[in-house]
């Protein structure tokens, strides 16, 4: 069975980082073809994607919001993907959710929701003074 888990989450001040983490099982990011988004949603707004992974990890993906300061990378041999977050905004707070989509797309990943068909649980972000 497919499973995603975030962790990471938490409280920060602006200016601040944190490292998501995105742990996968029931398939292999090394072996299967699967690609890796992650996505945010805050309050009273919609879910926008912020970032994605291709099924090889050779291309990324970000929203102009996040450029230069978020970094997506996977580690194979822990089956996770992370999500650096660098220089973090108050309008950065939200729920963060890792999702994933069988895809032979070696360099492309996509940044709609509606293209992931398995999603975490989610972990929440606050970027507060």
């Known amino acids: 069975q497919l499973q995603l888990v975030e962790s990471g989450g938490g409280l920060v001040q602006p200016g601040g980082s944190l490292r998501l983490s995105c742990a996968a099982s029931g398939f292999t990011l090394e072996y299967d073809y699967y690609a890796i988004g992650w996505f945010r949603q805050a309050p009273g707004k919609e879910r926008e994607g912020v970032s994605c992974i291709s099924s090889s990890g050779a291309g990324t993906k970000y929203a102009d919001s996040v450029k230069g300061r978020f970094t997506i990378s996977r580690e194979t041999a822990k089956n996770t993907v992370y999500l650096q977050m660098n220089s973090l905004k108050p309008e950065d707070t939200a729920v963060y959710y890792c999702?994933?989509?069988?895809?032979?797309?070696?360099?492309?990943?996509?940044?709609?929701?509606?293209?992931?068909?398995?999603w975490g649980q989610g972990t929440q972000v606050t970027v507060s003074s």
């Open positions: 999702a994933a989509t069988p895809s032979r797309h070696v360099i492309y990943c996509s940044a709609e929701d509606t293209a992931y068909d398995y």
